[in-house]
């Protein structure tokens, strides 16, 4: 517990260094304590995973009534360690990368409450710390969109934001109450024990999922997402994207995995459906976007898709009775969100820095950073790798994890069941091979070839902290990738959190792991083994073999100079995707043929210009906007600016309120 | 609850209410903030006599202190606006006196009637006089709303204020003292805001009737 209070400690230190340092220190001073909070409460966080112990504390005062409670379980645990990275690699970048309005005073302080907020909320034992953290969480995020408050695009992004987070955080105290009410105590493990039934836990069971679920971005109230990651500077995108949506799912896994575990399986079939249909529009959203911070934050959207598909899955399976293969997908679920976590957050740190030296985030102007930026390359690399799914990075495990709880699932005599796990399944299936699209587009069209444009051609790799504050989530996806053994049997133990039945038969060890009776396992050890046992031989042979080397352009057709115009673009790339799925993205694809003037036949310059928009925001959102301001000025009509009126209004309601309380 | 002491609080609580039904009678300003000045000292009365009944000394303290500040430094502030513009009147209200006083006699049977069961509260004679202090409310939120002038709306408010400290004292024989002081300084913050925003106002635009202020909205 001590560490995990210095930690907090620490982390309020860092808003009072960003709010009262001088400005050269500024920066440093609350990125630094920020990092060091992250580095306690991770520390504290996996020795509670590793020695199975349940720190926690109480405190009569900070919040009114109920007191302030933090207690640290395995399943909290598991999201914090991954917060705590996230948020450690974000300071540690900051460092090295603020400037401009992100120095400012209000910003940095903000950036440090943001962190502080980030990490209360898995360690919060009661409702009410935890919507008070989910709010500073929220609310921190909020303002920070608002940093760079002269674009209108920024201002734009953050009302859209506002309205949606905390639409979402009403629901969820909406949600919470109606728990706290029901089980007449607020803390998460009488909660739990209280077993909540009837109409209650419905209408909180659905609250609560939609609040949790507008957080990890789920469709159709994604729409905050794409905007707020783009509009947030780099390293408060990444921690809004690799920490605060996981801590959605979290949400969803801790209240109604955790609490509602009486509702019925079909609210978790409703569920699913939506979590499937958030992969997939995600996924195909990230493999259109030729905004590289765009297709992050559409990738996030797919990637918590493909989490909620496990957690809606999970709570189907359990209530369905199947608890082993439910406790297959949450372990999975956990280690999908640590693997994210690591992955995005390098890739959007990576993706600042890649604007930052070149000047622009449109992969359509980029290519060949590899050369210019080797370092961050091959770091990028392993983060795609990850979240393709190519065993020995981190998204491999959890999203083999998933799928052998799904296909565990499919083993049932129950064809409604069957059917909605293959309904999951097919979702995965199809939304990890857009994410494969996408990431490809992402490392292939970014980073190799041939630049663009001047400003890719001018980048250069940068220096210093920036490089060590990726290398720390590579290097956890590397580790959980290659090791995943003790993370599953430390991750195991949350599910017993959730009031499921142990795994037994889920087996991590050093070696690998390995799941059910069927004996279906995973050997990264040995995969790694044979790997480079086999590069060794093929290196080998290669010297025994060749006598002569020659050296010369890779796939150029046997010509020897290449252009950039005679490589893909991002929208090339992806126009094929983007024609198969027309019906679903409603691209706006415009042609402009310009012809010599000598002779119609001869044609000069042919553009194509698509454009993907939102097609959900466009269909549901702009109609509900619409609507709702047709009828605020419809209502000017009730406030004409009369005091009398205005006091008449009142008068009225408290006879109203007199008569109908009599 | 001796006898004489519980007439008192009997006649000063009726006082309470005729004089809040009476500023709707008045429209001479000054006449008004003359009624606020006696309510303010039926009000003490109604304090200081219950607590003469309890023995309590923080009632007592409570009564000196609304003798001070609502018969004595909230209509002295008030006077001096309404002295600065002699023979103002409250020309023409929104709804006229004789209807404003009939819907002032509908509100009080509204009140008796709603008020009925606060009386099973806190059974005693005192908590049966508790639906008057809930008339001597609806009174003054009669004038906020029906009167024009801006001073005539800040006396409103404060019959308001009034009512409420009635039930209190009735009901609960008065809440601690210390949130007596904060209510009585809130009272007088608002006013001295007000006083000073009459002022503004009148020196801006002349005189004040709050209607002519309408192009102001938005």
């Known amino acids: ?662 | 609850m001796t006898g004489v002491a519980g007439a008192v609080i009997d006649l000063a609580a009726v006082a309470v209410l005729v004089v809040g039904i009476a500023g709707l009678w008045r429209r001479d300003l000054r006449a008004l903030v003359g009624l606020l000045r006696i309510q303010g000292v039926a009000l003490a009365l109604v304090a200081a006599a219950t607590a003469a009944t309890q023995h309590d000394v923080g009632l007592g303290v409570t009564a000196v202190l609304v003798v001070a500040v609502k018969a004595g430094v909230v209509p002295t502030l008030l006077g001096r606006v309404a002295r600065s513009d002699p023979g103002a009147r409250e020309s023409a209200p929104l709804i006229n006196v004789p209807s404003s006083l009939v819907l002032a006699a509908a509100l009080v049977g509204l009140a008796v009637i709603v008020g009925a069961p606060l009386h099973a509260l806190e059974p005693g004679r005192a908590a049966a006089l508790a639906p008057l202090g809930l008339a001597t409310v609806l009174a003054g939120y009669l004038l906020l709303v029906t009167r024009r002038r801006a001073l005539s709306q800040v006396v409103g408010l404060l019959v308001i204020d009034n009512g409420v400290a009635l039930m209190t004292f009735l009901l609960t024989a008065g809440v601690p003292l210390i949130v007596e002081l904060g209510g009585s300084l809130d009272v007088l913050l608002v006013v001295v805001v007000l006083r000073a925003l009459l002022g503004t106002m009148r020196s801006r635009l002349g005189n004040v009737a709050l209607d002519e202020l309408r192009e102001l909205h938005d």
Request: aromatic share 4%.
């Open chain 1, 1 to 662: 517990m001590a560490l995990l209070l210095a930690g907090f400690g620490v982390a309020l230190a860092a808003v009072a260094g960003g709010a009262l340092a001088p400005r050269r220190s500024r920066v440093l001073w609350a990125n630094a304590l920020t990092a060091l909070a992250g580095v306690l409460v991770g520390g504290e966080a996996i020795t509670a995973l590793v020695t199975g112990t349940t720190p926690h504390a109480h405190t009569g005062a900070l919040l009114p009534l109920s007191g302030a409670s933090l207690r640290l379980d395995a399943l909290g645990a598991s999201l914090e360690v991954t917060v705590a990275l996230v948020v450690t690699s974000a300071a540690l970048f900051s460092i090295g990368y603020a400037h401009g309005a992100s120095t400012s005073r209000p910003a940095v302080a903000l950036q440090a409450a943001f962190a502080l907020g980030l990490l209360l909320v898995p360690a919060a034992g009661d409702a009410v710390t935890f919507l008070a953290a989910w709010e500073a969480m929220a609310a921190t995020s909020l303002a920070l969109l608002l940093v760079e408050h002269d674009r209108a695009s920024a201002r734009s992004a953050a009302v859209w934001y506002g309205a949606m987070t905390q639409a979402g955080a009403a629901a969820i105290t909406l949600g919470l109450l109606i728990l706290v009410a029901a089980a007449h105590t607020t803390s998460f493990v009488g909660m739990a024990a209280a077993d909540v039934r009837g109409p209650a836990a419905v209408v909180a069971f659905v609250a609560t999922v939609a609040g949790f679920a507008s957080k990890a971005g789920a469709v159709p109230l994604h729409v905050w997402l794409p905007r707020a990651h783009p509009e947030a500077s780099t390293p408060v995108s990444a921690m809004m994207s690799g920490a605060m949506t996981a801590l959605g799912l979290y949400g969803i896994a801790r209240v109604d995995l955790g609490i509602v575990t009486a509702i019925g399986r079909w609210w978790w079939v409703g569920v699913l459906v939506v979590a499937a249909a958030s992969a997939l529009y995600g996924a195909l959203h990230a493999a259109t976007a030729t905004d590289l911070k765009r297709l992050l934050a559409y990738s996030t959207i797919d990637a918590m898709g493909l989490g909620l598909i496990g957690l809606a899955a999970a709570g189907e399976l359990r209530a369905g009775g199947a608890p082993r293969a439910a406790a297959t997908l949450v372990v999975g679920v956990l280690i999908l969100l640590g693997a994210h976590g690591a992955y995005k957050t390098l890739l959007f740190l990576a993706a600042g820095l890649v604007e930052r030296t070149t000047g622009t985030r449109n992969l359509d102007l980029l290519g060949g950073l590899a050369g210019t930026m080797p370092r961050t390359a091959s770091l990028v690399t392993l983060a795609v790798a990850s979240a393709v799914g190519v065993p020995l990075a981190a998204g491999f495990v959890g999203e083999w994890l998933e799928i052998e709880g799904l296909v565990a699932g499919l083993a049932r005599r129950d064809p409604g069941g069957v059917a909605a796990t293959l309904l999951g399944l097919v979702a995965l299936a199809l939304a990890s091979g857009l994410t494969a699209v996408a990431m490809v587009k992402l490392l292939g069209i970014g980073f190799l070839g041939r630049p663009r444009s001047e400003g890719a051609r001018g980048a250069r790799e940068p220096r210093g902290i920036v490089t060590v504050a990726l290398a720390l989530p590579a290097l956890a996806t590397l580790a959980l990738g290659i090791l995943p053994g003790p993370a599953l049997a430390v991750a195991e133990r949350a599910v017993s959190d959730l009031g499921g039945t142990g795994v037994r038969g889920l087996r991590g060890s050093i070696g690998g792991i390995a799941v059910g009776a069927s004996a279906s396992a995973l050997r990264p050890l040995a995969l790694l083994a044979g790997v480079v046992g086999a590069g060794l031989v093929l290196r080998a042979v290669a010297r025994v073999g060749v006598r002569s080397v020659r050296r010369t352009v890779a796939w150029a057709c046997g010509r020897r100079e290449l252009s950039a115009r005679m490589q893909y673009t991002a929208t090339s790339f992806a126009e094929p995707v983007q024609r198969v799925f027309a019906d679903v993205l409603r691209p706006d694809v415009d042609v402009t043929l310009t012809h010599e003037d000598e002779s119609r036949d001869i044609e000069r310059v042919l553009a194509y210009q698509s454009s993907v928009a939102d097609a959900v925001e466009s269909g549901l959102y702009r109609p509900l906007v619409r609507g709702a301001d047709a009828l605020g000025r419809r209502a000017r009509a009730l406030a004409n600016g009369s005091v009398h009126r205005y006091l008449a209004y009142g008068l009225l309601a408290l006879l109203a309120v007199l008569v109908v309380l009599r």
